[in-house]
C-alpha cells in the first residue's frame, strides 16, 4: 500500500525536484542564449558552455533515473536501481566534471577523451555489479575512485599553475581569465562526494546533497558567464625589463 509522504519527505522532495528543475533551466540557457546575461561585456568560451550544458543535463537526468527508488520496497530491487544509477552517473555525471575542469583551461585544446577513459574502470566495475546482483566489488570501485581523485587533484594543480605563468606572460590584465578558484570549489565537491560513496553520512546529508548541487550549478553557471574566451582575444603588447614584446595570444 502506498505511504503518503510526511512533512520531512514532502520537503526533501520538493529540494529534490527544485535542483533537478534548476539544472534542465540552466542547460537550457547555456545552450540557446548566445549572450551573458550575467556579464553582458564578456564573451565566454563557447566549448566551456557547451560542456557545462551538457553536464547540467545529465545532472537532471540523474534525478530522474534515482526518482523512481523511491517507491521500491525489495532490498535487492532497491540494489539493482542504486546500481544502475551509480553505472549511470559514471558514464555521465563523472567524466563530464572533469572535462568542464579541462575545457576552462585555455592555453591549448586539450583533448576531452582521456576523461572517459579515466572512469572507464568504474563503468566496468558497476557493470560487473549489476551483473553480480552484488556490492562485492565496491570497495575496489571506491579504491579506484580515491585513486582517480588525488591524481586529478595533483594533475590540475600542476596544470592550473602553468596555465596562471602563461597568463601572466601573455595577459597584463588577469581579470576574468584566471580560473584556480574553480578548481578549489570542484576539489571541495568531489571531496563531498568521496564522503558519500564511502558511506559517511549524517542525518541531513540528503538535503546537503542536493543544496550543494544548487550551489554547483549556480556557481558554474556565474563561472562560464564570467570567464573571457581567449581564443577571441587579440594579440597584446607587453613591456617587460624595457623591452617590449609582441605575443600573439
Known amino acids: 500500500m502506498y505511504k503518503q509522504p510526511g512533512q520531512e519527505e514532502f520537503l526533501f522532495y520538493m529540494l529534490y525536484t527544485g535542483a533537478a528543475v534548476l539544472s534542465l533551466i540552466a542547460s537550457i ?18 566549448r566551456l558552455r557547451r560542456w557545462t550544458a551538457a553536464l547540467f543535463a545529465s545532472t537532471t537526468l540523474s534525478h530522474v533515473w534515482y526518482l523512481p527508488g523511491v517507491f521500491l520496497t525489495s532490498d535487492s530491487a532497491i540494489m539493482l536501481h542504486d546500481l544502475v544509477g551509480g553505472l549511470l552517473d559514471s558514464m555521465t555525471v563523472l567524466p563530464l566534471s572533469i572535462v568542464i575542469m579541462f575545457c576552462m583551461l585555455q592555453d591549448r585544446r586539450r583533448p576531452l577523451w582521456p576523461a572517459w577513459v579515466m572512469v572507464a574502470p568504474i563503468v566496468v566495475g558497476m557493470a560487473v555489479c549489476i551483473a ?118
Request: glycine content about 4%; aromatic content about 14%.
Open 29 to 46: 540557457y547555456l545552450l540557446f542564449r548566445r549572450a551573458n546575461a550575467i556579464a553582458p561585456e564578456i564573451t565566454s568560451p563557447v
Open 132 to 249: 553480480t546482483r552484488s556490492y562485492a566489488a565496491l570497495p575496489v570501485i571506491l579504491a579506484y575512485f580515491l585513486l582517480l581523485g588525488i591524481g586529478l587533484i595533483i594533475y590540475m594543480v600542476r596544470a592550473i599553475r602553468q596555465y596562471g605563468r602563461w597568463l601572466r606572460d601573455n595577459y597584463a590584465d588577469l581579470e576574468h581569465k584566471e580560473v584556480w578558484q574553480s578548481f578549489v570549489v570542484m576539489a571541495f565537491i568531489l571531496l563531498i562526494s568521496s564522503i558519500y560513496e564511502l558511506g559517511f553520512e549524517w542525518p541531513a546529508y540528503d538535503y546537503v546533497v542536493q543544496l550543494l548541487g544548487i550551489v554547483v550549478v549556480c556557481y558554474l553557471l556565474w563561472r562560464v558567464e564570467t570567464l573571457s574566451d581567449l581564443s577571441t582575444s587579440q594579440p597584446q603588447t607587453i613591456r617587460n625589463r624595457s623591452t617590449v614584446v609582441a605575443y600573439r595570444i
